[in-house]
T-cell receptor, first 112, second 111 residues
Framework: AQSVTQPDIHITVSEGASLELRCNYSYGATPYLFWYVQSPGQGLQLLLKYFSGDTLVQGIKGFEAEFKRSQSSFNLRKPSVHWSDAAEYFCAVGAFNNDMRFGAGTRLTVKP | DTAVSQTPKYLVTQMGNDKSIKCEQNLGHDTMYWYKQDSKKFLKIMFSYNNKELIINETVPNRFSPKSPDKAHLNLHINSLELGDSAVYFC??????????FGPGTRLTVL
């Protein structure tokens, strides 16, 4: 089965600084890749997804992610973080049979 | 116009009880899921149903039984609740292997 690794459990950035959250996946075929965000006490909201085509994908709230097949990575980036971005971020890899596996999540703290 | 809804939002119960969590989606999706999120925020798929047919059944105790009366509903019944069942349970839905849309979660606390 596919798997996802998010190496950073917790990241702290200053408001206005740039952000990169790392995600590495393991899957034998072409993966479907997702980034979700979870605010405290809330469900998961999709930020962006990659199925095929352009390897740089744009999402909501100013986020983007780049699929790099050679590195099995799908890192999430944002050029300037806002205090409201503080949340838990999950990378996920899906298979053709709808089986989606999540990483352990990265908690983002934003300093004023 | 809630897309994926779950009831109840909070569920507090004693060990040994039987409880159910309901999920409904109004997105016209053909696949529905149950996930468990533990206290460390780790999300693990439990079940997946496509057109009322079970397609994913992870290593979950058989005390957990999903029931899908129709494509828009997937309920989770839990027998003989244990302390370790305390978690947040999320329902989700998708159209085949496309994006999964999540409900708001049900926080289950077993005392």
């Amino acid at each position: 089965a596919q798997s996802v690794t998010q190496p950073d459990i917790h990241i702290t950035v200053s408001e206005g600084a740039s952000l990169e959250l790392r995600c590495n996946y393991s899957y034998g075929a072409t993966p479907y890749l997702f980034w979700y965000v979870q605010s405290p006490g809330q469900g998961l909201q999709l930020l962006l997804k990659y199925f095929s085509g352009d390897t740089l994908v744009q999402g909501i709230k100013g986020f983007e992610a780049e699929f790099k097949r050679s590195q099995s990575s799908f890192n999430l980036r944002k050029p300037s973080v806002h205090w409201s971005d503080a949340a838990e971020y999950f990378c996920a890899v899906g298979a053709f049979n709808n089986d989606m596996r999540f990483g352990a999540g990265t908690r983002l703290t934003v300093k004023p | 116009d809630t897309a994926v809804s779950q009831t109840p939002k909070y569920l507090v119960t004693q060990m040994g009880n039987d409880k159910s969590i309901k999920c409904e989606q109004n997105l016209g999706h053909d696949t529905m899921y149950w996930y468990k999120q533990d206290s460390k925020k780790f999300l693990k798929i439990m079940f997946s149903y496509n057109n009322k047919e079970l397609i994913i059944n992870e290593t979950v105790p058989n005390r957990f039984s999903p029931k899908s009366p129709d494509k828009a509903h997937l309920n989770l019944h839990i027998n003989s609740l244990e302390l370790g069942d305390s978690a947040v349970y999320f329902c989700a839905s998708s159209l085949r292997a496309d994006t999964q849309y999540f409900g708001p979660g049900t926080r289950l606390t077993v005392l």
